[in-house]
């Protein structure tokens, strides 16, 4: 392990006094932190994470890796990035564990990480030993690699969460060498690195578990703190590569049902079950089974704005087959849903997703659209365009701005016949004040009111929606969020408002 730079002390702090319980829900946020801080692991991530480390290629593998054959890159924002599903969300691939374990989080210890399973992150390549080796194809060179190819260098890395992140920024240029072999390519990839974990586990699992405290909810008003959601998964590879078998589960909860023990009586469905084929030429992939495509800008916040008027909440699956790459900068993806054999979920149709995701800026655009049939639900006919980059705000001191920005048109017709249509607009800012601590800004706006009673819902009036808040990833597998909501709501003539208080801690294993 390396001590590369020096520890330095620093101080931020931000402004929230929107709401006098603040004080309150971070204590409660406090003792939930401390209760569950031994069980953090593998993480799950949000689409944003993609355009905040997409310009440093090791927060995904080992520094400094070579440039294969076009039709062998797989170096995308794709959510495969990040997640074994092609779609987003759920459980991560080796690269999103490479992720979670070594680069998202604001303190590491070494000797706390040793029980915790945490890793160091990786050096620079200027530290790596394949960083020396000759550059001349000579004997003493086929020596050296021989040696690395079949196992791998060792990966040297750092002690602390101390580092310069432009080190990471394709500096060197080794990415414009194209290898000639995958003999020189494994050379540089280290012993624990993603791609070589990607080939040898046979089955592994992830899971995490979601506590919120909740100022309000409900008719009388009432402040709750109570386990949320727990999810578990299982990937199964039954070849080295190419072909796999994923099945999640999800535990729900509601609030109010504070107890530890009702995180897992309350409720529980599937929330995927998935044979895929992936790692094919030029990043195409093909899966079947039960998840939920990919469609517009995700969030795992199923009270956000936009996932209330558009009925899709934590528990929405389909019946589909899918197909798709990202060869390099365009990518695109068909959804064929088929309704399930029982009353899953009835809807019957496609979705279509086409774009571009240009990693050296860390930018992202797509356009996307619905159209689905449902004899017991809602037909739903969607379009959405959605835009995501990172721009630097202080550049001396690596400070940035991640932004998600998205519109949705949507014309929904429920089993009554009843026939909706509007737009919701949605935009989402994170600023970078102190290593991966984030002040966050969520804005969203209607021109249909919103009802949590499904035949009020999408009627005439407006909506709008303003979350202020923290999200902070202290150590590898935690994160943590603190938002203060206001809500405005027109309804058929009807004004109300909303005001609440919302803490999350978020545990991954």
Request: charged content about 20%; overall charge positive.
């Amino acid at each position: 392990t390396l001590h590369l730079f020096p520890s330095s002390k620093q101080q931020w702090g931000s402004s929230m006094g929107m709401f006098s319980s603040v004080a309150r829900g971070v204590s409660l946020l406090g003792l939930t932190v401390f209760g569950f801080f031994l069980f953090s692991g593998m993480a799950e991530g949000e689409p944003w994470l993609s355009n905040r480390y997409a310009q440093n290629c090791a927060s995904c593998h080992s520094p400094s890796r070579r440039n294969v054959q076009v039709k062998d890159r797989r170096c995308t924002l794709a959510c495969q990035g990040c997640h074994t599903n092609p779609n987003g969300g759920g459980m991560r691939n080796q690269y999103g564990i490479w992720n979670q374990q070594r680069w998202l989080r604001s303190f590491h210890n070494k000797s706390l990480a040793k029980y915790l399973r945490k890793k160091g992150t990786p050096a620079p390549l200027k530290y790596q030993k394949y960083g020396k080796q000759p550059k001349k194809l000579s004997d003493k060179r086929e020596k050296f690699a021989e040696k690395f190819i079949k196992n791998g260098p060792k990966l040297r890395a750092m002690s602390t969460a101390v580092y310069d992140e432009r080190h990471y920024d394709r500096s060197d240029k080794q990415e414009h060498i194209t290898v000639q072999g995958p003999g020189e390519l494994m050379e540089r990839v280290t012993s624990v690195d993603p791609l070589r974990k990607e080939r040898e586990d046979f089955l592994y699992g992830t899971g995490d578990l979601r506590f919120f405290y909740l100022s309000r909810y409900g008719g009388n008003n009432e402040s709750t703190i109570f386990p949320m959601a727990v999810d578990v998964g299982v990937r199964m590879r039954p070849t080295r590569r190419y072909w796999s078998f994923v099945v999640e589960s999800r535990f729900l909860n509601s609030p109010g049902n504070e107890s530890f023990d009702q995180a897992f009586t309350t409720g529980a469905k599937v929330r995927s079950a998935y044979t895929i084929l992936d790692d094919l030429p030029y990043a195409t992939y093909a899966m079947y089974g039960l998840y939920r495509p990919l469609f517009g800008h995700y969030t795992p916040d199923h009270e956000s704005l936009g996932q209330r008027l558009l009925e899709f909440d934590h528990s929405s699956i389909n019946h589909a087959f899918s197909f798709g790459g990202s060869p390099n900068v365009p990518f695109a993806n068909i959804h064929m849903i088929m309704p399930t054999s029982d009353n899953t979920n009835k809807d019957q149709g496609f979705v279509v997703n086409l774009g571009g995701r240009w990693v050296t800026l860390g930018a992202s655009l797509m356009l996307s659209y619905w159209a689905t049939e449902n004899p017991n639900g809602l037909d739903r006919n969607m379009w959405s365009i959605n835009i995501g980059g990172k721009t630097p705000i202080i550049p001396v001191i690596n400070k940035f701005l991640i932004v998600n920005a998205d519109v949705t048109n949507f014309d929904i017709t429920d089993s009554n016949n009843a026939n909706d249509k509007g737009m919701v607009w949605t935009t989402e800012l994170k600023l970078n004040l102190w290593r991966e601590n984030y002040l966050m800004f969520n804005y969203a706006n209607s021109n249909v009111g919103y009802s949590r009673t499904a035949s009020a819902n999408r009627k005439r009036g407006n909506a709008t929606e303003i979350m202020i808040g923290l999200k902070s990833f202290l150590i590898a597998g935690t994160e943590m969020e603190i938002l203060t909501i206001h809500r405005d709501n027109e309804l058929l003539g009807s004004k109300s408002s909303e005001e609440v208080l919302q803490s999350q801690f978020h545990i991954f294993f």
